[in-house]
């Protein structure tokens, strides 16, 4: 036998967490100033804030203690398992070399999860979420 398909489809759905993960927490800052803008409820949320800041904090707090990302760890066990070829180095670090051709030493990442981290710290002072109130009845 010459591939298990239950491990490369684990590692495919794991890739596809991780890549949800890495939207949710680039693409909801976006949409968090954005939706100040436009005044959209849902950016302000409480719970939806709570999440995000939760996201970031800890992948700055991997790379800031040299930790590899768990979700990276699981996809290439798996795919090692599958006997596919594996990469190496974080999850962003592949799809930045491979994506963008771009390649930088690891405090570079580290700089720049901190760096984003602390736009979204300051999004909790400059755009601040509120909790879940009650709409007003509109008159008939």
């Known amino acids: 036998m010459s591939v298990t398909p239950p491990y490369q489809l ?11 993960f890495v939207v949710f927490v680039v693409g909801g800052l976006v949409f968090i100033v954005v939706g100040n803008l436009r005044d959209w409820r849902w950016a302000r949320s409480l719970w939806f804030r709570l999440a995000h800041l939760a996201a970031i904090t800890v992948v700055v707090a991997q790379s800031w203690l040299g930790a590899a990302c768990p979700l990276t760890a699981i996809e290439m066990w798996l795919r090692a398992r599958a006997r596919e070829t594996i990469y190496s180095g974080s999850f962003i670090e592949y799809w930045l070399q491979n ?3 771009f390649e930088a030493p ?4 580290t700089l720049v999860y901190t760096l984003f981290g602390l736009v979204v710290a300051a999004t909790w002072w400059y755009v601040p979420p ?11």
């Open 99 to 101: 994506v963008l051709y």
């Open 10 to 20: 684990l590692a495919d759905a794991v890739l596809f967490v991780h890549f949800a």
């Open 106 to 109: 690891g405090w570079v990442f």
């Open 130 to 140: 509120r909790r879940n109130q009650p709409t007003p009845e509109k008159e008939v």
